[in-house]
């Protein structure tokens, strides 16, 4: 509530909006937590570009739109860009589509510069704007990662907005991707003071670095797990702004992701060839059938199944994977893998299964109903991160009863307990980053599949029990918004 007794209303600002346009946890995160924002009493809207082919997606999902009377404007390097407002409403959540030519471009460029990085500067602008447009105005704008991270710095730094007041919090999904670019012409053309730029604000050893400033600028910052909230004031990890993040802490604090949980249904799911539940786990046989089928191994074999589902990136610890190709494929498993991303990582794992075509599948891309049969499928689910603020994955393979082998890192260490602990646990964890680390944790999860079926349920059960709802999160963003309007 906000002092005049009214539900405190939040804009989430966000590039990435599942299942309109996600490309990984962030955009699953921006599509599910403001339903749940919504049920606990929060007046919350998103506001997201129409990248090419999202109002497509849009009309193919059956989704409603209209298109709002007056547009949105914003000045950005010496022009006014102009954009359409698509309006929808999905499971009760307002969803504004900005659509202009300013979108026109890819989702995340390659290259980072002043032109690559316009179009989010525009966007953060024109969120700024939104309430001009539409009957209705937030009390706190909430962005998420560098691509948001403009609009705190506007809300602090710009010559105009930062005389129009307002609240921002800044959620860190990622601190390894912070928007970094030549300031030229970017100080001139964005607005900003130029007294912005110095090394406690947007500077970054010359470079402008649009996440530093936004976490400097904005009124509270929040991270997506307890644990890499404090590993991100110390850790290597964030490319240098532990630094930063450490003078900030005072308003940092983490809160752990949850899931959309009727969409991660193991009992409700239609990309499945089976469904089945804690109750009833006999349908689960089935889709690792037609898993192994899909991948051209023998539907019929005994071997346990691991699966990933993963962006290729160095973040997710692949390195580890192809070089223990050899040993994996030694414990008589099954690896398939779903993803796409660095070129030498995939090459790596290319070369992995071209070496043991028998026990190693890639599946390349990205492809949804896929990833829902590798998470059904599989039996054993293996996320050996480097870093992982929160992660999303393990989550959903317990859901689907395929017990994670993790590195206890970040939001891992946080969802996935060992389960030789002597209070037990949902999964199997280690801590060295290295190949041995990783086979550690790996054969006794291969072990204990293959020799104590009875151990192995329980396990699977511990982990379909967990409460992955947004329940609890939801109830923290709720209460951070809150303390933000007293
Ligand atoms: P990150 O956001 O770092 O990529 P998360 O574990 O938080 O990691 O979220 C990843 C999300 O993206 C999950 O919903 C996962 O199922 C999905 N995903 C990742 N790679 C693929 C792929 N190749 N095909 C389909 N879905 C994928
Ligand atoms: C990022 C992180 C991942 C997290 C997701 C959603 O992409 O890499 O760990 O789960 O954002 O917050």
Redo the contacts with the bound molecule.
Sequence with gaps: MTKSGSAVKVLFVTTEL?PFS????????AGSLPKALRQAGVDVRVVTPAWPGVLEKVSSLGVRTTTVKAKVYSAYDWRIHSANIIKATVDGVIIYFLNSEDYSGSQYPSQLNFWTASPFAVFCMQALELKNAIDWEPDIYHCHDWTSAFLPCALAWHRHYRQTGGKSIMTL??VAYQGIFEPYPFLEASGLEPWSFNSSTMEFYGQVNLLKGGIVAATAVTTVSPTYANEIQTYESTRELSGILYQQRSKLRGII?GLDVKFWDPNGDKAIPAKFSVKDLKGKAACKKALLERAGFDPNTNAPVIVC???LVE??GFDMVFNAAGQIAETGAKLLI???GNDWIEKGIIQASEAYPDSIKL?K????P??HLM?AGGDIFL?PSVF???????M?SMRYGTVPVVREVGGLRDTVFDVDRPEGGNGFTFQTCDVDGMMWALRRAVERYNNDKASWKKFMIEGMSEDFTWDKSAGLYKNLYEELMQ
């Design positions: 599942a996600k490309v990984g946890g962030l955009g699953d995160v999904h990622n992701n589902v993963s962006r973040q997710k779903i993803g796409s599946f891309g990205y492809d949804e896929l990833s998470y996320m992982e603020p929160c992660g999303l994955s393990q959903i």
